[in-house]
Structure formats: structure tokens, C-alpha cells
């Protein structure tokens, strides 16, 4: 399989996939479906013309459609997209793989140059590793969208509630966004420190998180959902440090 292409087509997906995120509700704007379309479509210059070459034009051209029905039911809707998701790695990989042959553009290698002529003006030789620069974008987008959507629907077939439902009345929607992002913050940096190898730094990021929940752990059911988030974040944070770790 070319990995590079994989990563290169995946990632724009992701990309137009962070119109999920903080999003609770099914997407009922068309424009957003075609923002959907629109980033995966940006690979397109950058590939050689070939079978596989429409074929992906067609499958990219055909996801607003898929995505539209994943969409359908706010019922279930973490575990849709996701669904969604799974059906867009399998349909690139089968694309990025040798049946389809997918290559990049003749003018690449050019661009190639251009690039680490600005970067390296002196005129060394050398090449871009795409793979591994893709692969840590990759890493980071799964980070800050798709991890978050799995960590969610495991929580809810837990029946995990971490409030009152009085209490969730009086908490508003800025206050769940800021611990969004808080979740945001704690998986990349387990990421970044994982993949640079700082391993015992990923408890000075625990024990930060801790500090600033601390007046709050006084309700056990929060503490133990807080304590059971933070371990699933964790863990799949360092998940995907590793996989990516075996691309760089």
C-alpha cells in the first residue's frame, strides 16, 4: 500500500470531518455536506490521472451522500460517525492500495525540490518524508475529532452520567465545551510526549488536570466519571502514538 497517499487522502477527510467537533446534533446544513466534499477533493491535482484516479474522484464525490444518511438520526450519532469513518478508511485503503495503483503527480518531484530549496537554500539533496509527515498530522486530527466521538459513545453505552440532571440545567454549554477542550489539550500532549519518548512526563499533564478538578471531587459519580474519561483519553491517546509511531 502506499502509505503516503493513504495518509495524504485521509487526512483531508478528517480535516472536513472537524465540522463535528463540539457538534452534538446531526448536520442539517447542506453547506456543510459540501464542505465534506470539497477538502478530500484537494488531493486530486496533487495525483497522477488513472483508473484509480476516478474512481476516487467518483467515491469522493459520492460521500455526501453517505455521510447524509449517517447523519439521518441524532439517534446513536458518536457511533454513525464513526461508521462513517470506518467506511471512509477502508474505502482509501483499498484505493491507496496496488489494485488501484494511485501515484503521485509527474510535477511532484519539482515541487518537491522547490520546497527544500527554500528551506535549505546552501542546495543540499536530499527528499520530503512525506509518510512521516502525514502520518503525525494524522495522529493529531484522530486526536482532536475522532478519539473524542469514541470516548463519548463509550461513555454513553456505559450509562456513565457525570451530573444531575439538576445539575446539568444549571451548567451551560460553554462550561461542556471547555472540558471538551480541556480533553483536547490532555490527548496531545500524551501524544507529543509519547512519540518523544517523555513518558514520565505524562503524569505532571494528569496531575495538572487533577489540580484544576480537584474543588469538584466531591461528587463521587463526577470523580468517577472524570477518573474513567481521563483513563479512556489517555490510553487512546497513547493508542494512536503508536500506531503512528510505526510509520515514523
Known amino acids: ?12 477527510i478528517l480535516f472536513s470531518r472537524l465540522r463535528f467537533t463540539l457538534r452534538d446534533k446531526p448536520l442539517s446544513d447542506t453547506g456543510d455536506f459540501v464542505r465534506l466534499t470539497i477538502f478530500p477533493l484537494l488531493i486530486i491535482p ?4 488513472t483508473a ?36 471512509d478508511i477502508l474505502a482509501v485503503g483499498i484505493l491507496a492500495s496496488p489494485l488501484f495503483a494511485l501515484q503521485p503527480a509527474s510535477w ?5 525540490q522547490s520546497l527544500l530549496h527554500l528551506f535549505h537554500p546552501e542546495g543540499s539533496e536530499g527528499t520530503v518524508n512525506w509518510q512521516v509527515s502525514f502520518a503525525i498530522l494524522f495522529g493529531f486530527l484522530m486526536i482532536l475529532n475522532e ?15 457525570p ?5 446539568q440545567q444549571q451548567i451551560d ?19 507529543l510526549f509519547i512519540l518523544m519518548g517523555q513518558y514520565t512526563a505524562i ?18 459519580n463526577f470523580a468517577e466519571y472524570i477518573l474513567i474519561g481521563t483513563l479512556l483519553s489517555v490510553l487512546m491517546a497513547m493508542g494512536v502514538a503508536f500506531v503512528v509511531g510505526q510509520f515514523i
Open 46 to 49: 496533487f495525483l497522477s490521472v
Open 1 to 12: 500500500m502506499n502509505y503516503t497517499i493513504f495518509f495524504a487522502i485521509l487526512n483531508l
Open 173 to 191: 454549554e460553554k462550561q461542556f465545551r471547555t472540558g471538551r477542550v480541556i480533553g483536547f489539550l490532555e490527548r496531545i500532549f500524551v501524544f
Open 52 to 87: 484509480g484516479w476516478v474512481v476516487l474522484i467518483i467515491y469522493l464525490l459520492l460521500r455526501p451522500i453517505i455521510n447524509r444518511l449517517f447523519e439521518f438520526s441524532s439517534t446513536n450519532l458518536n457511533r454513525n460517525r464513526m461508521d462513517a469513518l470506518f467506511v
Open 203 to 220: 503524569g505532571f499533564v494528569l496531575a495538572a488536570k487533577g489540580v484544576v478538578r480537584y474543588p469538584e471531587f466531591g461528587n463521587r
Open 163 to 167: 451530573i444531575s440532571e439538576l445539575q
Open 147 to 161: 478519539i473524542n466521538l469514541l470516548i463519548r459513545y463509550i461513555l454513553e453505552k456505559l450509562q456513565l452520567a
Open 108 to 112: 511532484m518531484s519539482g515541487f518537491e
